[in-house]
């Protein structure tokens, strides 16, 4: 692609750093390796150079900065919301891809970006998450006094599942497992591997969203700055 003047639109040199049409001088820009094309209006671009890094290359304090901000938000509201709550952290990562093409708006978003960032923003999430619901048990147990709840909580889901187990398996050990998921050690295991599914839950959604963001947001005003 011929490169042209910003200023008469005459056709440059590649090495031309003034041109000879109207003597406009001429700025070049040459992207470093891995770093994302950004183009500002009037100036002339090495465009293969420029595009080698597009979509690849993350700015990852201001990634932090924005995955903080709605990771936290997401996380709590994934502890606070049961039903859809990982949908959230989905919606989350769409939201923080928008912010971060609004502060890079001429970058061009693809999706290892979106799914560095929704990482990102998922491994933050599922750590509020996993703090929050923490706090919650023990102020529903020990400050507002809802153990028996919970225990019975607890007790139909080992129920049903042992059920299921005797219904697939009639030789399965059902009494030794249901003993064992009952027991006190049993009841903080069964929470445990919850919060740590739903925390795998909420990074793979956040990653879905962040690639779904990138495609939504990648071609606005970049590819326009390219083309």
Known sequence: MDLVCHRCSATLEPEAFYCRECGAPQIRYVAEEGEAAQITPGVSVNIQAATDG???????????????????????????????????VAVGAVVAMGIYHRRRPLTLLGPRVGARVGALLGLIAATVAFASNSILLVVQRYGLHQGNEIDTQLTAIVKQAAARAATMDPQAPVVTFTNFWLSAEGRIGLILLTMAFLSVLIILFAIAGGVLGAQIYRSSRGSKALS
């Open 54 to 88: 597009i979509g690849t290359s993350v700015s990852w304090k201001m990634a932090i900065r924005i995955a903080a901000l709605v990771g936290t938000g997401v996380g709590i509201l994934s502890a606070l919301l049961a039903a859809g709550s990982v949908l959230w």
